[in-house]
């Protein structure tokens, strides 16, 4: 970025009175409005301050250093990027291996283990023995929990889920003088879809290899604690277990939590607790290859997404939550299997385990400070400093782009409305590579069927080369476009502006992630400043300028476009394509002159790589997904399959090809998420056994009543939904509800319960005035009739309606007076 100072003094010309590759047709042009008044360029008949001409090539020089500089950056990070070394069966054995860990997931994820199946209790009963067997002590705590947790809502509705028989594991090394627990935590439970070798098989094998590790070493000063929680997939209600449990999970115990979210890619740090910086300073001095960003966390505060660390947070503990999240298409799915697993993403995850642990154990965490932090990774340096520092430093480089422009203004270099010009440029370019980008993606992906899962595909970095050479396409086409009406300065002012604007906007909303536009800003304003002084008119000023301008960039924003498209999927590509947009908003101030034919050669480039992405075939090695689910209405006998995935050729013989997406909320009142529905062969299921008693009336008309809700065919999992009357409190065979409240408007009031015995759940429900209807529903495995043979390998997906996928159910409705 550059804005050049026009006066004498610089050794500079007034654009009127360029004699060089001006037109004459601008010497009556506004300030900061000409066509080829490309800022920090003089021509090459100009002189410098000191009276030595400039050489013919010097108005490259800025833009040779920039890229210069931009390749030495990228250089760094990818150096810095680079995944460690999977160590094997022979590393040391106070040291941890991948090679010993990924056994571990070999025995653990043969076949899905949801609670309360023959492989979940296999999983269980295997980390228990290797615990036992390197000496821990090691316990099964058992118990109930009932959460509100509608974010984890398989069909969108405002769910509550409760399990009945919940079995976490807890082992401890004990310390020798013992200051604060540390406890590292993970879930040893999967999805139906699949195996889970990846969710959460291998942070549980990081957490056994990482216990055996320690056990090489000489005592830990405090209690480590190592916890396999069960129930994560269906609602953290392991976790809330533990924290009910007086005892099991002391209140003052630091819990790292390690997760997965995909198949590969380093182990990212994304979220702290409360008063978290001591701990992130903790990290980045214990593990030198951590991958942490305050962004990660600020961002992830505004997302549904939940954790197990979402109920230690809940309850007050301090801690870490780690996961990996690259090669999102196999998560929670078929392809989540042993073969699927990244030995150096293992390999990382544990360094990370053990070194924290080390750590933690060896301190002294009676007194540990207060405070939160902003912190980044930048190239090989770790960088934090107090979150309050966020808008003060915004505040201050806005002062900074203030004062430039009141400079520029008085020297008639720039004005107000040719800054505005310019900025409307710049938010321009924004706006339709993002929208081009949103409404590509899914065209591009079309013969993806994976992308209707997850909104991304396997292998999408050729789709983003695509966006990030179209977003150039766009940005440079509407900078010519716009260079009467906004010259080249006007336009890389106005983009300054925009980038000034995010980074206060940011600094207010988003503290924690301010850093990505505050100090890219303060570097571009920065050189603005050089090349419009006396400096800029040399060639060491604008190599200085190129510095301050390009490393802050290239070190903290380029390496957030790749980030975005593995946290987001090629589904909102717009996001990264936002960020690429705001660096081609840059670009007349780097190039002396704007190719005209550079907006026409990268989209016709885009359109091929674009093009070649869409028409790849799908990896015959993934899987075929399948997703269908058999409804049967007991009351109304009828029957229904229903599908959340688009057509193919297994579902078609069930499903009507043509059959559009709908509601099925007369099935199940609720349901948010649009299926394909259509009717089904009659299947007769004896429907849940349902019966209800009102214990008493409440003062202003309502009532309290119990009911009590069995399967006749065994099944164990049931979903009770209340309408026509509030819930405003409740239980479920004794275990009181978390959050009790009724859902807005006149949605119904959810629950999931598992473990259901065979005597069934009961509930005590506080109901407001008036009737009020109650529908149950049981709910198995499996398909009746011909759908029972599915694709070979086939489970249903994660998302959508996955829970419910391949299942049977039957309802049972009742009303109550």
């Known amino acids: 970025m550059a804005l050049r100072r026009y006066d004498g003094g610089a050794g500079g010309s007034r654009p009127e009175d360029r004699n060089g590759s001006a037109s004459a047709g601008l010497r009556n042009s506004r300030p900061g409005a000409g066509a080829h008044d490309s800022p920090g360029h003089p021509g090459t008949d100009r002189t410098a301050p000191e009276g030595t001409p400039l050489t013919t090539g010097g108005h490259w020089v800025f833009p040779a250093a920039v890229a210069v500089f931009a390749a030495l950056c990228l250089s760094l990070v990818a150096w810095n990027s680079r995944m460690p070394t999977a160590q094997g069966l022979d590393a040391p054995a106070d040291t941890f291996s991948a090679a010993r860990a990924t056994a571990h997931v070999r025995e653990i994820a043969t076949a899905p283990r949801p609670s309360g199946s023959a492989a979940h209790t296999r999983a269980r009963e295997y980390i228990v023995r290797t615990l036992t067997a390197l000496g821990l002590d090691t316990r099964v705590h058992t118990g109930a929990a009932a959460s509100h947790r509608p974010d984890l809502s398989p069909i969108g509705a405002d769910s509550r889920y409760a399990d009945l028989r919940l079995e976490n594991v807890v082992a401890r090394i004990p310390g020798t003088a013992s200051t604060r627990p540390v406890s590292l935590v993970t879930h040893y439970d999967s999805t139906e879809a699949g195996p889970g070798a990846n969710d959460a098989g291998v942070p549980v094998s990081v957490l056994l290899e990482t216990a055996r590790a320690l056990r090489e070493g000489p005592p830990p000063r405090n209690d480590v604690l190592f916890v396999f929680t069960d129930a994560e997939e269906s609602g953290l209600l392991g976790a809330q277990a533990l924290v009910a449990e007086p005892g099991t999970l002391p209140p003052d115990t630091v819990v790292?939590?390690?997760?997965?979210?995909?198949?590969?890619?380093?182990?990212?740090?994304?979220?702290?607790?409360?008063?978290?910086?001591?701990?992130?300073?903790?990290?980045?001095?214990?593990?030198?290859?951590?991958?942490?960003?305050?962004?990660?966390?600020?961002?992830?505060?505004?997302?549904?997404?939940?954790?197990?660390?979402?109920?230690?947070?809940?309850?007050?503990?301090?801690?870490?939550?780690?996961?990996?999240?690259?090669?999102?298409?196999?998560?929670?799915?078929?392809?989540?299997?042993?073969?699927?697993?990244?030995p150096a993403t293992v390999q990382h995850q544990g360094a990370q385990a053990l070194g924290l642990a080390r750590a933690l154990a060896s301190a002294d965490l009676a007194h540990t400070p207060a405070g939160d932090s902003a912190y980044f990774r930048a190239a090989g340096w770790f960088v934090s400093y107090p979150l309050g520092a966020?808008?003060?430093?915004?505040?201050?480089?806005?002062?900074?782009?203030?004062?430039?422009?009141?400079?520029?203004?008085?020297?008639?270099?720039?004005?107000?409305?040719?800054?505005?010009?310019?900025?409307?440029?710049?938010?321009?370019?924004?706006?339709?590579?993002?929208?081009?980008?949103?409404?590509?993606?899914?065209?591009?992906?079309?013969?993806?069927?994976?992308?209707?899962?997850?909104?991304?595909?396997?292998?999408?970095?050729?789709?983003?080369?695509?966006?990030?050479?179209?977003?150039?396409?766009?940005?440079?086409?509407?900078?010519?476009?716009?260079?009467?009406?906004a010259g080249a300065r006007a336009q890389v002012a106005g983009a300054a502006l925009l980038w000034i604007l995010l980074s206060v906007v940011s600094a207010v909303m988003l503290p924690g992630g301010s850093h990505v536009f505050v100090w890219p800003t303060l570097g571009l304003l920065s050189a603005a400043g050089v090349l419009t002084s006396r400096?800029?008119?040399?060639?060491?000023?604008?190599?200085?300028?190129?510095?301050?301008?390009?490393?802050?960039?290239?070190?903290?924003?380029?390496?957030?476009?790749?980030?975005?498209?593995?946290?987001?999927?090629?589904?909102?590509?717009?996001?990264?394509?936002?960020?690429?947009?705001?660096?081609?908003?840059?670009?007349?101030?780097?190039?002396?002159?704007?190719?005209?034919?550079?907006?026409?050669?990268?989209?016709?480039?885009?359109?091929?790589?674009?093009?070649?992405?869409?028409?790849?075939?799908?990896?015959?090695?993934?899987?075929?997904?399948?997703?269908?689910?058999?409804?049967?209405?007991?009351?109304?006998?009828?029957?229904?399959?229903?599908?959340?995935?688009?057509?193919?050729?297994?579902?078609?013989?069930?499903?009507?090809?043509?059959?559009?997406?709908?509601?099925?909320?007369?099935?199940?009142?609720?349901?948010?998420?649009?299926?394909?529905?259509?009717?089904?062969?009659?299947?007769?299921?004896?429907?849940?056994?349902?019966?209800?008693?009102?214990?008493?009336?409440?003062?202003?008309?309502?009532?309290?009543?119990?009911?009590?809700?069995?399967?006749?065919?065994?099944?164990?999992?049931?979903?009770?939904?209340?309408?026509?009357?509030?819930?405003?409190?409740?239980?479920?065979?004794?275990?009181?509800?978390?959050?009790?409240?009724?859902?807005?408007?006149?949605?119904?009031?959810?629950?999931?319960?598992?473990?259901?015995?065979?005597?069934?759940?009961?509930?005590?429900?506080?109901?407001?005035?008036?009737?009020?209807?109650?529908?149950?529903?049981?709910?198995?495995?499996?398909?009746?009739?011909?759908?029972?043979?599915?694709?070979?390998?086939?489970?249903?997906?994660?998302?959508?309606?996955?829970?419910?996928?391949?299942?049977?159910?039957?309802?049972?409705?009742?009303?109550?007076?």
């Open 256 to 342: 790292l939590n390690f997760e997965a979210r995909g198949s590969r890619g380093p182990s990212l740090m994304f979220e702290t607790g409360p008063d978290a910086a001591w701990l992130v300073s903790t990290l980045a001095g214990t593990v030198p290859d951590a991958r942490a960003d305050s962004l990660l966390d600020a961002a992830y505060s505004y997302m549904p997404n939940l954790t197990d660390f979402t109920v230690f947070q809940d309850a007050g503990h301090q801690g870490l939550n780690l996961a990996y999240l690259d090669g999102y298409t196999h998560y929670h799915g078929t392809g989540d299997t042993p073969g699927r697993v990244d």
């Open 535 to 817: 400096a800029g008119a040399t060639a060491g000023g604008r190599v200085l300028a190129a510095v301050l301008s390009t490393v802050p960039t290239a070190l903290l924003v380029l390496p957030l476009v790749p980030l975005l498209t593995n946290a987001l999927g090629l589904g909102l590509v717009a996001a990264p394509v936002a960020v690429a947009a705001l660096l081609t908003a840059l670009l007349p101030g780097v190039l002396p002159v704007l190719p005209r034919l550079l907006p026409v050669t990268a989209a016709v480039v885009a359109t091929g790589v674009l093009a070649g992405t869409a028409l790849l075939p799908r990896d015959p090695e993934d899987p075929v997904r399948a997703d269908l689910l058999y409804l049967w209405d007991a009351d109304r006998r009828t029957a229904h399959w229903i599908s959340g995935t688009p057509a193919d050729d297994w579902s078609d013989d069930f499903l009507p090809a043509d059959a559009e997406r709908g509601s099925v909320a007369d099935l199940w009142p609720g349901w948010q998420v649009p299926v394909r529905r259509g009717s089904a062969e009659a299947f007769p299921l004896p429907g849940p056994r349902v019966t209800t008693t009102v214990v008493g009336d409440t003062a202003d008309g309502g009532r309290r009543v119990r009911l009590t809700a069995a399967s006749r065919r065994g099944a164990h999992q049931l979903v009770v939904l209340v309408s026509g009357a509030a819930v405003r409190g409740w239980s479920v065979s004794g275990v009181p509800g978390q959050y009790a409240d009724d859902p807005a408007s006149d949605a119904p009031w959810e629950l999931w319960i598992r473990h259901v015995p065979t005597r069934g759940a009961e509930l005590e429900l506080d109901l407001g005035s008036g009737p009020a209807t109650v529908r149950v529903i049981d709910r198995t495995q499996g398909l009746p009739g011909p759908a029972a043979d599915g694709p070979d390998g086939t489970r249903p997906p994660a998302l959508g309606v996955a829970s419910l996928g391949e299942a049977t159910l039957a309802t049972t409705t009742r009303t109550l007076e």
């Open 390 to 485: 966020a808008l003060p430093a915004a505040l201050a480089t806005a002062g900074l782009g203030l004062a430039l422009l009141l400079r520029l203004r008085a020297r008639s270099a720039l004005t107000v409305g040719a800054v505005l010009r310019g900025f409307a440029v710049a938010l321009g370019q924004l706006v339709l590579a993002a929208g081009a980008a949103f409404g590509l993606a899914p065209l591009v992906a079309s013969r993806h069927p994976e992308f209707a899962h997850y909104y991304d595909i396997g292998g999408h970095g050729p789709a983003l080369a695509g966006f990030l050479l179209l977003t150039l396409a766009i940005g440079s086409a509407l900078a010519l476009i716009a260079k009467r009406w």
